[in-house]
């Protein structure tokens, strides 16, 4: 199942499905976890509703250097524990935006990544039990300034400004994503990253035992499990695709306010 979010024209926030139906993509609203309201089996089409960010995370733990590829396209070494750093709620953008970057920057890059959404509160998990804690997965952006990043030695500049973490438009629920399956960054429909998440250094189970170790992660919360190489810069306009093979396609644009 592919659960989405989402505003109808009457300004309900509903919870749905997102499927095919006679070769069409459609929102069928029904009950989800992530879903205020419920209304049956009504179907509309996801280019004439608001899709919303597929959860609401009290904060997205990210994983740096998680592809050895991308740890040498960016002259650093391959971390020996996972590389941990946050995005708060105000970063969170969603699917069809379009996200105003910082103005004055000469270098903001696309990351493509897997985020893994938490579907129960937990703590102190076992890599081994960590499957039973995982709602579900969704394409996500980890949009990174460096002009800061490169100057700073928390991050908050450089990874946490408005708009920093596109997600969605949907969580696939564990069924649907393969162990080779591939993330792949287009930029106005040019591929610029393609790699299988196997080639990931740190395995899902294994952030989630290292970060529930420090702190408790809440439902909706997401964890962004790095990105492989070919990371680059985006420019005024650009539309951005962050697809995940049989999890969902994540479109938005960027504006640079002086651009």
Not at 187 to 214: A, H, W
Request: with cysteine; glycine share 8%.
């Amino acid at each position: 199942m592919r659960r989405v979010r989402f505003r109808d024209s009457a300004g309900n926030v509903r919870g749905g499905r997102w499927t095919v139906r006679d070769g069409e993509e459609v929102v069928t609203a029904a009950a989800g976890p992530y879903g205020r309201i419920a209304f049956g089996d009504e179907t509309f089409d996801p280019d004439e509703v608001d899709v919303l960010a597929p959860c609401e995370p009290t904060k997205i733990v990210c994983v740096g250097r998680n592809y050895a590829d991308h740890a040498d396209e960016r002259d650093e070494e391959i971390p020996d524990r996972p590389l941990l750093f946050l995005k708060t709620p105000n970063t969170v953008a969603t699917h069809n935006s379009t996200v105003t970057l910082p103005a004055g920057k000469e270098r903001i890059e696309h990351e493509a990544e897997l985020g893994v959404v938490i579907g129960e509160q937990c703590r102190n998990v076992d890599a081994a039990t960590a499957d039973d804690v995982i709602a579900g997965y969704t394409p996500f952006n980890d949009l990174s300034n460096r002009d800061d990043q490169d100057r700073e030695q928390n991050w908050v500049r450089g990874k946490a400004f408005d708009g920093a973490a596109p997600m969605g438009p949907v969580i696939a629920t564990p069924e649907h994503l393969a162990d080779d399956a591939t993330i792949e960054a287009r930029v106005n429909g040019e591929v610029r990253q393609s790699e299988s998440i196997d080639k990931m250094i740190f395995s899902i189970p294994e952030l989630i035992e290292e970060i529930t170790t420090y702190m408790t992660l809440e439902p909706g919360d997401v964890i962004a499990t790095g990105t492989p190489e070919g990371v680059g810069p985006l420019s005024d306009g650009d539309e951005v695709e962050i697809e995940i093979d049989d999890v969902g396609t994540l479109r938005h644009s960027v504006r640079f306010p002086d651009g």
